[in-house]
């Protein structure tokens, strides 16, 4: 089992910003993928943004597009997600997530191996 350690997360007023961070405690260079979900209350589990190891291709949900911004450091087996314009309906608790092996990454939760505990994100009006 591959450890994660999400940080980052706080509480912030509408229209703020924050940027999550995700520590993976293996190498993850090479062909993985690796992504953010998060979970409203009350609601199912969302898929966020994806990000491919090899070649960087990101996917966002259209929530999220043009406000979250995912980006990884091979160098340091970190991902990050920047978050502006953040919106009460940003609120919840933020997962990281790798799926190790294959190029088409998506923020598809079925297909990844290891998961993080979490970190809270909560936004206010």
């Known amino acids: 089992q591959v450890q994660l350690r999400e940080y980052g997360g706080g509480s912030v007023q509408s229209g703020g910003s924050l940027r999550l961070s995700c520590r993976v405690y293996?190498?993850?260079?090479?062909?993985?993928?690796l992504a953010w979900f998060r979970r409203a209350p009350g609601k199912e589990r969302e898929g966020v943004a994806s990000?491919?190891?090899?070649?960087?291709?990101?996917v966002y949900a259209d929530s999220v597009k043009g406000r979250f911004t995912i980006s990884q450091n091979i160098l340091s087996n970190t991902l990050h997600l920047q978050m502006n314009t953040l919106e009460p309906e940003d609120t919840g608790m933020y997962y990281c997530?790798?799926?190790?092996?294959?190029?088409?990454?998506?923020?598809?939760?079925?297909?990844?191996?290891?998961w993080g505990q979490g970190t809270q994100v909560t936004v206010s009006s």
């Open positions: 997530a790798l799926r190790t092996g294959g190029t088409q990454c998506r923020p598809d939760a079925s297909t990844y191996d290891h």
């Open positions: 990000i491919a190891t090899f070649g960087e291709e990101t």
């Open positions: 293996r190498d993850i260079g090479g062909m993985n993928c």
